[in-house]
Structure formats: structure tokens, C-alpha cells
Nanobody, 119 residues
Framework: VQLVESGGGSVQVGGSLKLSCAASGDTPKTNMGWFRQAPGKEREWVVTLRTGSGSTAYADSVKGRFAISQDNAKNTVYLQMNNLNPDDTATYYC???????????????WGRGTQVTVS
């Protein structure tokens, strides 16, 4: 599975961005999700979408502001981010078929990331 993120950029506080993650090579079998990493900080789990059921889980820090969705025909997931604040500044990574334990990811497939800057 190859993952390519897009849609990052710079936005003002309170603004919105929509990230995309296109999967190719194979269809993720278990889940897809987003993680982020700010400079000097550990990678942080943001959201998981189970590809079979469509169920979702969000980190408390983004709950109510971010929304993940999928387009099965395009093998793409999206992350709609609203009411952004400077703490959301990070490189956002798309992942698939990962194992999440205590909000830490193991294994899976990863994209190269897309930068989101909120100022």
C-alpha cells in the first residue's frame, strides 16, 4: 500500500484545511488514519477510521473540530480540519493497516506527510 497525502498549507487561526490521502497498490484492509508530529515532539495519534465498519475514533485534542471521511471509489480518505489553532501546527501523516496501542502506532503503511501551519 502506497499512501500520498496532500492538502497541507498555511492557514490563520480559526481557519480550515482539508487533507487528502490517496492509497494505491492495494486496498487497506483494516484501518486508515492520521497522525501528526510537531517539531521537537513525539508523533501524536489524531484519528482512526476502520475501513470495514466506517467507525471512527478521535483524539480528545481534535474531537469536534476534525472529521475523517472516506471515498471508497477513489481509495481516498480525507481529514477536514476546522477551527484550527497554533497547536495544530505539525506534519500530518496518513497511515493504513496500523496497530494502535495506547495511542501509539505500530507497523502499517505510512505516507511522507504534509505540513500544516497555523498562525
Amino acid at each position: 500500500v502506497q499512501l500520498v497525502e496532500s492538502g497541507g498549507g498555511s492557514v490563520q487561526v480559526g481557519g480550515s484545511l482539508k487533507l487528502s490521502c490517496a492509497a494505491s497498490g492495494d486496498t487497506p484492509k483494516t484501518n486508515m488514519g492520521w497522525f501528526r508530529q510537531a517539531p521537537g515532539k513525539e508523533r501524536e495519534w489524531v484519528v482512526t477510521l476502520r475501513t470495514g465498519s466506517g467507525s471512527t475514533a478521535y483524539a480528545d485534542s481534535v474531537k469536534g473540530r476534525f472529521a475523517i471521511s472516506q471515498d471508497n471509489a477513489k481509495n481516498t480518505v480525507y481529514l477536514q480540519m476546522n477551527n484550527l489553532n497554533p497547536d495544530d501546527t505539525a506534519t500530518y501523516y496518513c497511515a493504513a493497516d496500523f496497530l494502535l496501542l495506547r495511542d501509539r502506532a505500530f507497523g502499517g503503511y505510512w505516507g511522507r506527510g504534509t505540513q500544516v501551519t497555523v498562525s
